[in-house]
């Protein structure tokens, strides 16, 4: 059954970056066994949600997607850290795309919430062009094991679905810790090269054997 989102109005958020939490902080413990679960080689869950496209409010679907696409979720808009994540991705898009990846970025924050905080020049430069989902039902991160429940809020997590769609990379992130879009990319280069790939190994280099 796919999975079905409805925007609301921004609410107001603790600034991520302050608060540290731990598994054994979750409030819910059925939260867990999603968190911990292993995707990897599994179908990904059909999912639809609305989201920001460049200014615009869309629906965006998994059926859509006919090729390779990765989703990075961050916390909360309006915050410190997740904005330096949201650049570096917008940045690589292209990047992402020479190699037939489709990046968006999800949080649990509204599309209104998303546009407000996307329209400030100084945080975005070079503005959001890249689909940022609205998961304001927190269905589309409770079924990829985002969820962090006692804040209430995504953790820092990315999925990367081949073409088949299976899930062929899978990653989480406590709170306080900003990713590096530019590794994010590496590894799913390495991810798609078909070889096997040592560490640092790069687009063009040679395999480890």
Partial sequence: MALDHAASEPNQYPPCGLVRTSATRIQDPRALPS??????????????????VN????????????????????????????????????ALQDDFADDGITVMGCSLDSYHSHKAWFKDGETFPEGVTHPVLADTTHAL??????????????????VLVDSDGLVQMYSINNMDAGRSPAEVLRTAQATMAGGLCGANWKKGDDYAA
């Avoid at 859509?64 to 997740?82: A, H, N, R, V």
């Fill in 141 to 158: 991160s409770r079924a990829f094991g985002m969820m962090n429940d006692g804040l209430g809020c995504s953790y820092r997590g990315c």
């Fill in 55 to 90: 200014g615009e409010k869309k629906t965006i679907n998994s059926s859509e997607q006919d090729g390779w696409y990765l989703i990075y979720w961050y916390p909360f808009d309006f915050t410190f850290i997740c904005p330096t994540e949201i650049v570096g991705f917008e």
């Fill in 35 to 52: 968190v911990m679960d292993n995707m990897i080689g599994k179908p990904a869950p059909e999912w639809s949600a609305t989201a920001y």
